[in-house]
């Protein structure tokens, strides 16, 4: 993206920057437990449910979405098979809550656990390449992860989809078969992990997988395992990126082929371009805007491609920048994440 | 998991004469897509998603032309020509917008266009499948070779693609115009301070690229559904056959598609669950062992 920091200390460092860094996730803190807030509070203001919804499929691609900006923004990674966590995470949720009926936090753990398992495979063997090479290498690993979930109709149940419906056993005294609980479920976990994500972007690691992403070599020469960073980062990002998945195979009760098709990565890739790349709310703000657009197109036409494909190519050929570039412009900050 | 499947079927000379002709059909389209798409990358540097898309078109063009004009070599030429001029236009007017930036925007202008085109496909032509059938000039009974059939129109699609290897090895090496692409490839300022038009040796090279697509498709048509999305698996096993062969590198595109072909005709008996799979690991192990391919000259690291 041309916003592109240069952004090369690491907070933390030095005193002053330890200072500045307790400042800044202090300030990330209060920002996350408002938001939270505004989100607890939304539905007794707005009793929809078409609004809470919404606003759990947001949850779930808010997450995703911003979990492929680690990649994409933060270490210059263009992945474009994201989608194979966001099915692999709802996969093997969907089918631990139907196989084993362990409680929905343990097979979140060890759905989280299948996609660290998976990223790291994949990883090892795609970050070590050049740019263009890793962007159609995750592309045809995802279409493998795909045509797996398509054949192995026994497991997962073909292109039909894993059916049946998720179980939803209350825990905590929790439970999301009812709408709002639910929804406040999701609203919590989409801060929490935005939360954490933050942290480790603000991070030193964050800071030196943007060191890597400006310029690897000179990171090398600093001592820096560049390729070790890469992967980390892929990892990191596949956990969320299936944590994202998850919710969605909640919300929806099920798992579906689409989850790991190559649209689902196309779609996580445009969001992160309509919000902006160089924010970190930027991607997270793009899932918005684009599921408003999804929602709308189905309104009015059939052919949603041609609608979509045509606004992709106004952003990437026009305007090239995100929406929360333009905010920040018109705000006077230059400031790159 | 069937090996004796395999075994009995290598015991047999017609079921590997049968085998062994349908892995040459799926090498021989698949040889032409990669050659495309591998193309393309030496040359311009960008790898073109829209690829698969562009073998679609082809096969609908191809469709539309035979069933108008009921002749065979009509439909390839609309097939063929017709994409080469879109690729041409896409590439002048949206491509060409994207080389300086990054990968990110060169991704989305072609994930932009699968998307267009599917739709346009699905508007023009209707969601449906489409069955063109073997032309009436190769309606003959097919051929016998060493106790196996092979039907003619697969001989005839077998030997086109031999052909125009063979013609773009001789364009590429022997001729001053290959020397001059190649030339581009290896270092696009210098080629232009000589003097050449790199604008427009870019424009031709995918013009070429997309012709090959349009061609496979066209040639696919007869023998293959014609329906919306049938480009993008054919889009990655191209993929995997230029990593196989080595990016950049079309001799390296046509070994690798004949054995993605013969592994997956084969495969089809002996393993059908891990024929992919297989394909996979063949990509996963050249990546690790030797990144650049089994033919490439440049490095994927």
Same mark, same amino acid.
């Given at each position: 993206?041309?916003?592109?920091?240069?952004?090369?200390?690491?907070?933390g460092?030095s005193?002053?920057?330890?200072?500045?860094?307790?400042a800044?996730s202090?300030?990330?803190?209060?920002v996350?437990?408002?938001?939270?807030?505004v989100l607890?509070?939304?539905?007794?203001?707005?009793?929809?449910?078409?609004l809470?919804?919404?606003m759990?499929?947001?949850?779930?691609?808010?997450i995703?979405?911003?979990?492929?900006?680690?990649?994409?923004g933060?270490?210059?990674?263009v992945s474009f098979?994201?989608?194979m966590?966001?099915?692999?995470?709802?996969y093997?949720?969907?089918l631990l809550?139907?196989k084993?009926?362990?409680?929905?936090p343990?097979?979140?753990?060890?759905?989280?656990?299948?996609?660290?398992?998976?990223?790291?495979?994949?990883?090892v063997?795609?970050v070590?390449?050049?740019?263009i090479?890793f962007?159609?290498?995750t592309?045809?690993?995802?279409?493998?992860?795909?045509?797996?979930?398509i054949?192995?109709?026994?497991?997962?149940?073909?292109?039909q989809?894993?059916?049946?419906?998720i179980p939803?056993?209350?825990?905590?005294?929790i439970?999301l078969?009812?709408?709002?609980?639910m929804?406040?479920?999701?609203?919590?976990?989409?801060?929490?992990?935005?939360?954490?994500?933050?942290h480790?972007?603000q991070?030193p690691f964050?800071?030196?997988?943007?060191m890597?992403?400006d310029?690897?070599?000179?990171?090398?020469?600093l001592?820096?395992q560049?390729?070790?960073?890469?992967?980390?980062a892929f990892?990191?990002?596949g956990?969320?990126g299936?944590?994202?998945?998850?919710?969605?195979?909640?919300?929806?009760?099920?798992a579906?082929p689409?989850f790991?098709?190559?649209?689902?990565s196309?779609?996580?890739?445009?969001m992160?371009?309509m919000?902006?790349a160089?924010?970190?709310?930027?991607?997270?703000t793009?899932?918005?805007?684009l599921l408003l657009l999804?929602d709308?197109i189905?309104?009015f036409?059939e052919?949603h491609?041609i609608?979509?494909?045509?606004?992709?190519?106004?952003?990437?050929?026009?305007?090239r920048?995100?929406?929360?570039?333009?905010i920040?412009?018109?705000?006077?900050?230059?400031?790159?994440? | 998991?069937?090996?004796?499947?395999?075994?009995?079927?290598?015991?047999s000379?017609?079921?590997?004469?049968?085998?062994?002709?349908s892995?040459?059909?799926?090498g021989?389209?698949?040889?032409?897509?990669?050659?495309?798409?591998?193309?393309?990358?030496?040359?311009l540097?960008?790898?073109?998603?829209?690829?698969?898309s562009?073998?679609?078109? +082809? *096969?609908? /063009?191809a469709?539309?032309?035979?069933? $108008?004009?009921?002749?065979? %070599? =009509? #439909?390839?030429?609309?097939?063929a020509?017709?994409?080469?001029?879109?690729?041409?236009?896409?590439e002048?007017?949206f491509?060409?917008?994207?080389?300086?930036?990054?990968v990110?925007m060169?991704?989305?202008?072609?994930?932009?266009?699968?998307?267009?085109?599917?739709?346009?496909?699905k508007m023009?032509?209707g969601p449906?499948f489409?069955s063109m059938g073997v032309?009436?000039?190769?309606?003959?009974?097919?051929v016998s070779?060493?106790g196996g059939?092979?039907?003619?129109?697969y001989?005839?699609?077998?030997?086109?693609t031999?052909?125009?290897?063979l013609?773009l090895?001789?364009v590429l090496?022997?001729?001053r115009?290959g020397?001059?692409?190649?030339?581009?490839?290896?270092n696009?300022?210098?080629?232009?301070?000589?003097?050449?038009?790199?604008?427009a040796?870019? +424009? *031709?090279? /995918?013009?070429v690229?997309?012709l090959? $697509?349009g061609?496979?498709? %066209? =040639? #696919?048509a007869?023998?293959r559904?014609?329906?919306p999305?049938?480009?993008?698996?054919i889009?990655?096993?191209?993929?995997?056959?230029?990593?196989?062969?080595g990016m950049?590198?079309?001799?390296g595109?046509l070994v690798?598609?004949?054995?993605?072909?013969?592994?997956r005709?084969f495969?089809?008996?002996?393993?059908?669950?891990?024929?992919?799979g297989i394909?996979f690991?063949?990509?996963?192990?050249?990546?690790?062992?030797?990144p650049s391919?089994?033919l490439?000259?440049?490095?994927a690291?």
């Open positions: 993206m041309s916003a592109r920091g240069d952004a090369m200390s690491t907070p460092a005193p002053r920057g330890r200072v500045r860094r307790a800044s202090g300030r990330d803190l209060l996350a437990a408002a938001g939270l807030a607890v509070v939304l539905p007794f203001v707005f009793s929809s449910p078409l809470l919804d919404f759990i499929r947001l949850a779930a691609f808010a995703y979405a911003t979990s492929l900006n680690i990649l994409i933060y270490g210059g990674m098979g994201h989608g966590f966001f099915g692999a995470g709802a093997s949720f969907a809550m139907q084993t009926g362990v409680s929905i343990v097979a979140i753990v060890g759905s989280v656990a299948y996609c660290a398992v998976l990223a790291l495979v994949v990883g063997i795609c070590r390449l050049k740019e090479y962007s159609f290498l592309l045809a690993f995802q279409m493998l992860v795909h045509s797996v979930i054949s192995w109709v026994t497991l997962t149940g073909g292109d989809g894993l059916t049946g419906g939803r056993p209350p825990f905590l005294g439970d078969g009812e709408p709002r609980p929804y406040w479920f999701a609203a919590t976990v989409a801060v929490l992990c935005l939360l954490a994500m933050r480790l972007m991070s964050g800071y030196t997988l943007r890597v992403r310029n690897a070599e000179r990171a090398q020469f001592g820096i560049v390729a070790r960073i890469r992967l980390a990892v990191i990002a956990c969320f299936g944590i994202g998945g998850m919710l969605m195979a909640l919300f929806v009760s099920g579906f689409e790991a098709y190559w649209t689902t196309g779609e996580a890739v445009f992160i371009l919000g902006g160089a924010r970190f709310l930027g991607p997270a793009g899932a918005v805007m999804s709308l189905t309104r036409t052919f491609g609608v979509l494909g045509v606004t992709v190519l106004v952003f990437a050929l026009v305007f920048r995100g929406v929360t570039d333009f920040a412009q018109a705000l006077g900050r230059s400031r790159a994440a | 998991m069937d090996p004796s499947a395999l075994a009995s079927c290598f015991a000379l017609s079921c590997v004469v049968t085998q062994t002709t892995g040459l059909i799926i021989a389209l698949l040889f032409l897509v990669a050659a495309g798409l591998t193309l393309i990358f030496g040359v540097g960008v790898v073109n998603f829209t690829h698969g562009f073998y679609m078109l +082809g *096969a609908y /063009f469709y539309s032309a035979y069933v $108008a004009s009921g002749s065979f %070599a =009509l #439909a390839i030429a609309a097939g020509l017709g994409v080469a001029a879109f690729g041409l236009v896409f002048r007017v491509m060409r917008r994207v080389y300086g930036s990054d990110l060169q991704l989305l202008v072609c994930y932009a266009f699968i998307l267009i085109l599917d739709d346009v496909v023009v032509w449906e489409k032309p009436d000039a190769f309606r003959m009974p097919p070779v060493a059939v092979v039907p003619a129109f001989l005839f699609l077998i030997g086109a031999a052909v125009i290897a013609a090895w001789v090496v022997k001729t115009l020397k001059v692409v190649r030339a581009a490839a290896i696009p300022q210098m080629t232009s301070a000589l003097g050449v038009n790199t604008g040796i870019y +424009g *031709a090279v /995918f013009a690229g997309s090959l $697509a061609l496979a498709g %066209a =040639l #696919a007869p023998v559904s014609v329906a999305g049938m480009g993008f698996s889009l990655i096993e191209s993929f995997i056959v230029t990593v196989i062969g950049g590198s079309v001799s595109a690798g598609a004949l054995l993605i072909g013969l592994v005709s495969g089809s008996i002996g393993f059908p669950l891990f024929v992919e394909m690991l063949a990509m996963a192990v050249i990546l690790v062992v030797k391919g089994l490439g000259r440049e490095a690291r």
